[in-house]
Structure formats: C-alpha cells, structure tokens
C-alpha cells in the first residue's frame, strides 16, 4: 500500500468519525443544557480552580462549534474553523495552549488578534462510554497562563462529571419519548381492538378464530348464540370447535381446517337440516390467522347463511321452468285450436259466410280449447313468477 492510498483511507476514517459524531450530536444540541443546575456549578468550578474569567461546555458538529453552558462568554456559536475546540475534540487527553500568540494554529485568529483577545486555551474533549468524542469543557484567558498538576486533574474529573449529567439526561430523554410512544401505540392499540372487537361482534356471519389444535380461541356473538339455540351449550374458549360441526360436513371441514393450517384459503357450500330451525343454506370460508410476525397461528372460520338467497335462486329456477313451458305450449299446443279456427274461417268465408251447423259447432270447440290453454298459462304465471326482487 502507497503513501496515497494510505492518507486517502485516513481521511475516509476521519469524514466516517466526523458524520458519526455530527449525528450523536444532533441528539444533544436542543437539549435544555443552558439552564442545567449542575452544569453551570461545573463551568462556575472550572472558572474559579484554573483562575479564569471564561469556561465553556461545547459540542461540535461538521460545521459548527455550539457554546451550550458558558461562563464569561455571550456568543452561543460560531464556525468551527474558528474555535479552538476543533483542536482539542481530536485527542483523549488535556490540551493546552500557555500563549496563542506563540501558538502557529491560534496566532492569526479573530478571537485572539481582536475582539475576545483570548492568550490562553485548556480543554479536555467530552468523551462518551463508547469511546466518542462529543465537544469539550475548555477554559480561556486573556492573558498567558498555565495550569499546575491540580488544576489539570480538576479539569479532567469535571470533562468525566460533565459526560455522565448529559449522557443521563440523554437516558431521561430517551426514556419519555419511549414512555410516550408507548402511551400513543398503546391508545392506537386499545382503539384498533375496540373498533375490531366492535365491528367482529356486530357481524350477523357466524366467525370463529380456531388454534392450530383445533381449539376455541375467540368468537362472536353470531357464534355464541347459534352454538347455544342447536347444541344447546356454551361456547367457550378452548373447546374443541368439532364437537358442533354437522356429521355429514365434519371430513370436509378438517380436510379444510388443514389446507388452512398450510396458509391455503378455501370456501365452500351446502345446506343442513337443523329440525326445528329447518334447513340452512350456507358458505363457508377458512383462512389462516397470523400474529404479528406472519406465523400462523390458527385459522379464521366464517359462515354466512345464504337461505333467502338461494331461497330466491330457486323461485328464479321454478320461473324459468314456467316460462320455458309457456314456450312449449305457444309453440305447440296453440297450434291446434289456432289451425281449427283459421281454417274453419275459411270454410265460411269460401261459402260467402253462410255456412252449416257443423262448422259453428266446430270453431266453438277450437275457441273454448284455445281459452282453456290461455287460462292455464295465466294460472301458472300467478302461481310461479311473482317474485320479490328486493
């Protein structure tokens, strides 16, 4: 490997250092640090113990250095290629600058050659559990100076006192925003079973939701009531459901109850004689039931009692029939009394409508014939098409 590809993988390792502590400082730059008691006890006790008139607690991002606790100082950022703490963010021990002007990093800039005219700079970097570098408590003067051995381990332990009130605070926050979306999900959650529960409860369909051994593990009014007026029984959860299914349906619906199990949806239909209630036409639907993971855990049984529908099929059925014969008759049988009649017409009208006995007699018989067939259409009619379609 090259001195290139080596100084380009250092700077791909700085800019990923750089993007993970812009990110984790995000967390922290709206908490309410300012106002924060023992924050401000902290910069008050590294102003007095290093005998400076000016302590800050900073944290940097990219582009900016953010003044969060300051004693002595009214700026709340500024650029972080002016600050002095992008020097000190970089390394895991104390840094300190005795005079600026003497400083090559420092020499030229505004804080020191004008405005603020800071001479001297001590920082120790904010250093979290993990090992990242979040900003600074550095302190400044405006003249040179140097820390002793004391003051220096003062610093220290208060960087470390610093890092564990913000990264609690941290905790705190991240604990009432958890507690408070635990609240909103569990609302959200308590409103979805009502709506759920509600609308499952309402439903005339018979519905049961079944477990993979073939038990009871939830149902709605619909089934309750219907398992009580034929078995006469309780349904309760943890039953087994096969117990009330009809004999003669009972193989088709385990073969069913099994396809079900392996996630494949089926329906099907028939009719059973419950004596006293009469016969019911029904379908019926099986479905997986999932949890929250899409494993499957039992299956959804739903039946709908189609009785009037296919009530009215039938009644269609039996019309159809009707017409059909009406059809036949028209066809066939009024070709009959309808040749008797035209053809004795014509008799008559041959000899110039004078015609015999006979023939009068003759196209009376046709007419009543032809009267009988049309009543008996009408009859039929009466009896077999009059259907509600509503």
């Known amino acids: 490997m090259n001195v290139q590809q080596i100084t380009c993988n250092s700077n791909s390792v700085l800019m990923l250092v750089e993007d993970l502590r812009?990110?984790?400082?995000?967390?922290?730059?709206?908490?309410?640090?300012?106002?924060?008691?023992?924050l401000l006890e902290i910069v008050e006790l590294a102003s007095a113990v290093t005998h400076c008139p000016y302590a800050v607690i900073?944290?940097?991002?990219?582009?900016?250095?953010?003044?969060?606790?300051?004693?002595?100082?009214?700026?709340?950022?500024?650029p972080r290629e002016t600050g002095f703490c992008t020097y000190a963010v970089e390394q895991n021990h104390l840094m300190m600058v005795p005079d600026t002007l003497l400083d090559e990093r420092f020499a030229n800039n505004p804080d020191v050659t004008e405005g603020?005219?800071?001479?001297?700079?001590?920082?120790?970097?904010?250093?979290?559990?993990?090992?990242?570098?979040?900003?600074?408590?550095?302190?400044?003067?405006?003249?040179?100076?140097?820390?002793?051995?004391?003051?220096?381990?003062?610093?220290?332990?208060?960087?470390?006192?610093?890092?564990?009130?913000?990264?609690?605070?941290?905790?705190?926050?991240?604990?009432?925003?958890?507690?408070?979306?635990?609240?909103?999900?569990?609302?959200?959650?308590?409103?979805a079973n009502i709506r759920l529960r509600?609308?499952?409860?309402?439903?005339?369909?018979?519905?049961?939701?079944?477990?993979?051994?073939?038990?009871?593990?939830?149902?709605?009014?619909?089934?309750?009531?219907?398992?009580?007026?034929?078995?006469?029984a309780k349904l309760q959860r943890g039953d087994t459901f096969v117990k009330y299914i009809h004999p003669e349906f009972a193989p088709t619906f385990i073969e069913q109850y099994r396809l079900a199990l392996q996630g494949q949806?089926?329906?099907?239909?028939?009719?059973?004689?419950?004596?006293?209630?009469?016969?019911?036409?029904?379908?019926?639907?099986?479905?997986?039931?999932?949890?929250?993971?899409?494993?499957i855990i039992g299956i959804s049984y739903l039946?709908?009692?189609?009785?009037?529908?296919?009530?009215?099929?039938?009644?269609?059925?039996a019309q159809n029939q009707s017409l059909l014969e009406i059809a036949h008759i028209q066809a066939h049988e009024f070709r009959a009394p309808l040749t008797s009649v035209m053809g004795l017409i014509s008799?008559?009208?041959?000899?110039?409508?004078?015609?015999?006995?006979?023939?009068?007699?003759?196209?009376?018989?046709?007419?009543?014939?032809?009267?009988?067939?049309?009543?008996?259409?009408v009859g039929n009619i009466d009896e077999n098409v009059t259907i509600d379609f509503v």
Request: net charge negative; with cysteine.
């Open 347 to 377: 008799l008559i009208k041959q000899d110039d409508y004078d015609a015999p006995r006979e023939y009068f007699e003759l196209l009376e018989q046709a007419v009543y014939a032809l009267d009988a067939k049309i009543k008996q259409i």
């Open 265 to 295: 949806r089926s329906a099907k239909e028939g009719l059973t004689d419950y004596g006293e209630m009469g016969i019911i036409y029904w379908e019926a639907a099986f479905e997986a039931a999932r949890d929250n993971n899409d494993e």
């Open 303 to 317: 039946i709908r009692n189609v009785s009037e529908r296919k009530l009215k099929e039938q009644k269609i059925v």
């Open 116 to 191: 603020s005219r800071i001479r001297f700079f001590a920082s120790m970097p904010l250093i979290m559990q993990n090992g990242e570098k979040l900003g600074t408590i550095c302190v400044l003067n405006n003249k040179p100076h140097v820390l002793d051995q004391h003051q220096q381990l003062v610093l220290k332990i208060l960087s470390n006192q610093v890092m564990k009130i913000v990264e609690l605070k941290a905790g705190m926050k991240m604990l009432e925003k958890n507690q408070k979306e635990l609240a909103e999900q569990k609302e959200l959650n308590n409103d």
């Open 198 to 232: 509600s609308f499952f409860e309402s439903s005339t369909n018979f519905q049961v939701l079944l477990g993979r051994h073939g038990e009871v593990i939830d149902y709605n009014k619909t089934a309750y009531n219907f398992i009580k007026t034929v078995h006469k």
């Open 58 to 78: 900073a944290f940097l991002d990219g582009h900016t250095q953010y003044l969060k606790v300051r004693k002595g100082v009214t700026k709340t950022k500024m």
């Open 22 to 38: 812009s990110q984790t400082v995000e967390h922290f730059i709206d908490f309410d640090l300012e106002t924060d008691p023992e």
